[in-house]
């Protein structure tokens, strides 16, 4: 299956210097000017879907503006600090780490205030958050759901932390708190709030043990994502791995708790039509149907699996 999706570290800036992140442990690359940028979407393949990361994408506001309009969908995760620009042919997804307590003992103090009151105050209307859950959260999960829930927010996802060479792997959940929480807590937030929960019963059973080293095995996000650092070359797993991987070199790819490999195969492999769903809901006017012929594979149809 050709790749889909197309991964891109806007920078290799940010400002803050969060607890659990990757980046800022292991990038080391410069950044490549607009400019270039612009001879680098000249020679990539069309892909449905971009992912604008970084570090801190927000703070290279006008590459992402040049960018984005070569991709039909596109998505900037963002730690929510910097005002978020008012474009509504983009999804923001923004990093909020539990309740403010755990969010500030990860990200640091007064984070969570200028997050909020840049989600309320922004003119984008596709807001969704992402939560990473770790030793230290994991008990605020349900609270971070309730505080949230009334809020201008459209949906909530879930990961767990990833440990990586040389982090702090303190934060990692073992895998049978993981399963616990899955099962007596995500599943019947899912149940509880509905499609404000972005997750289905499929990824939820693909994330727990030991079905989720089954996905890390055979990754779909090292297959259908290409991954571009902030010089725009891929980025590598290393150590002499040629797959490409968004987290970059360092991860342990056994205890990864990322949700995208478990997304894509949820729409590419598994035909989930619940997710699917839940996608197309929340897509920019005029994305979700032509989108439709990009999430759905070849010889799928909506509540049918491959057999």
């Known amino acids: 299956m050709r790749q889909k999706a197309v991964s891109i570290d806007v920078t290799n800036r940010c400002n803050l210097r969060c607890r659990h992140c990757f980046f800022w442990r292991t990038n080391s690359s410069g950044e490549l000017p607009v400019e270039a940028w612009e001879e680098v979407f000249?020679?990539?393949?069309?892909?449905?879907?971009?992912?604008?990361?970084?570090?801190?994408?927000?703070?290279?506001?006008?590459?992402?503006?040049?960018?984005?309009?070569?991709?039909?969908?596109?998505?900037?995760?963002?730690?929510?600090?910097?005002?978020i620009p008012s474009w509504n042919d983009v999804s923001f997804f923004i990093s909020i780490d539990g309740t403010k307590r755990y969010h500030e003992l990860i990200r640091g103090r007064g984070t969570y205030a200028r997050a909020r009151e840049n989600i309320e105050t922004t003119g984008?209307?596709?807001?969704?958050?992402?939560?990473?859950?770790?030793?230290?959260?994991?008990?605020?999960?349900?609270?971070?759901?309730?505080?949230?829930?009334?809020?201008?927010?459209?949906?909530?996802?879930?990961?767990?932390?990833?440990?990586?060479?040389?982090?702090?792997?303190?934060?990692?959940?073992?895998?049978?708190?993981?399963?616990?929480?899955?099962?007596?807590?995500?599943?019947?937030?899912?149940?509880d709030y509905g499609d404000f929960i972005f997750l289905s019963d499929?990824?939820?059973?693909?994330?727990?043990?030991?079905?989720?080293?089954?996905?890390?095995?055979?990754?779909?996000?090292?297959?259908?994502?290409?991954?571009?650092?902030?010089?725009?070359?891929?980025?590598?797993?290393?150590?002499?791995d040629t797959r490409a991987c968004y987290?970059?070199?360092?991860?342990?790819?056994?205890?990864?708790?990322?949700?995208?490999?478990?997304?894509?195969?949820?729409?590419?492999?598994?035909?989930?039509?619940?997710?699917?769903?839940k996608s197309l809901k929340h897509m920019p006017r005029g994305v979700a149907l032509k989108a439709v012929r990009s999430l759905l594979p070849k010889g799928h149809r909506p509540g049918r699996q491959n057999t």
């Open 42 to 83: 000249q020679r990539l393949p069309k892909f449905f879907y971009c992912s604008w990361v970084g570090g801190e994408p927000l703070l290279r506001q006008e590459l992402i503006e040049r960018g984005k309009k070569r991709f039909l969908l596109n998505e900037v995760v963002t730690n929510g600090t910097i005002p």
């Open 124 to 191: 984008a209307r596709y807001l969704l958050l992402n939560m990473v859950i770790n030793s230290l959260n994991y008990r605020c999960v349900e609270k971070f759901v309730s505080e949230w829930s009334n809020s201008r927010v459209l949906w909530v996802k879930f990961s767990f932390y990833t440990p990586f060479v040389g982090g702090d792997n303190s934060l990692f959940l073992p895998f049978a708190k993981r399963n616990e929480l899955i099962d007596k807590v995500l599943r019947p937030l899912k149940e």
């Open 202 to 240: 499929g990824i939820l059973e693909s994330m727990k043990y030991p079905d989720c080293l089954k996905v890390a095995s055979n990754c779909p996000a090292t297959r259908l994502v290409l991954s571009l650092d902030s010089m725009g070359n891929i980025k590598y797993r290393g150590c002499g």
């Open 247 to 277: 987290m970059g070199a360092g991860a342990i790819c056994e205890k990864c708790g990322h949700m995208t490999p478990h997304y894509l195969k949820a729409i590419y492999e598994d035909g989930d039509w619940e997710i699917i769903r």
